[in-house]
Nanobody, 126 residues
């Protein structure tokens, strides 16, 4: 059974930083491209960033480029998201996801599977 468990969210002031983690199990983590997706209240899911299975290629939505950094530790089956210079518009529930398509497709189509964990809440106050 695929399990994705996110952690690290919290409440910070604008300009602050958080580091999210995602522990995965039930699949070959090192063979799968991964993404972070977020969903704000009343809005649809938004792809944020993705990384290829080897960790050598990363992609970002324009809204977070230069502020967020995705990384992975394959031996530990963990995915990370370092978020700096946070803004109130980053407030959302953040999920890690397996990719259904290669990560370089994520900017043009829905690339992630819709099997998510419980998510971790990020709240940024102004």
């Amino acid at each position: 059974e695929v399990q994705l468990v996110e952690s690290g969210g919290g409440m910070v002031q604008s300009g602050g930083s958080l580091r999210l983690s995602c522990m995965s199990s039930g699949f070959a983590f090192d063979s799968v491209d991964m993404s972070w997706v977020r969903q704000a209240p009343g809005k649809g899911p938004e792809w944020v960033t993705g990384i290829n299975h080897g960790g050598t290629s990363t992609y970002y939505a324009d809204s977070v480029k230069g502020r967020f950094t995705i990384s992975r530790d394959n031996p530990k089956s963990q995915l990370y998201l370092q978020m700096n210079s946070l803004k109130p518009e980053d407030t959302a529930l953040y999920y890690c996801t397996k990719n259904a398509l290669p990560v370089d497709f994520c900017s043009v189509t829905t690339c992630y599977e819709k099997h998510w964990g419980q998510g971790t809440q990020v709240t940024v106050s102004s």
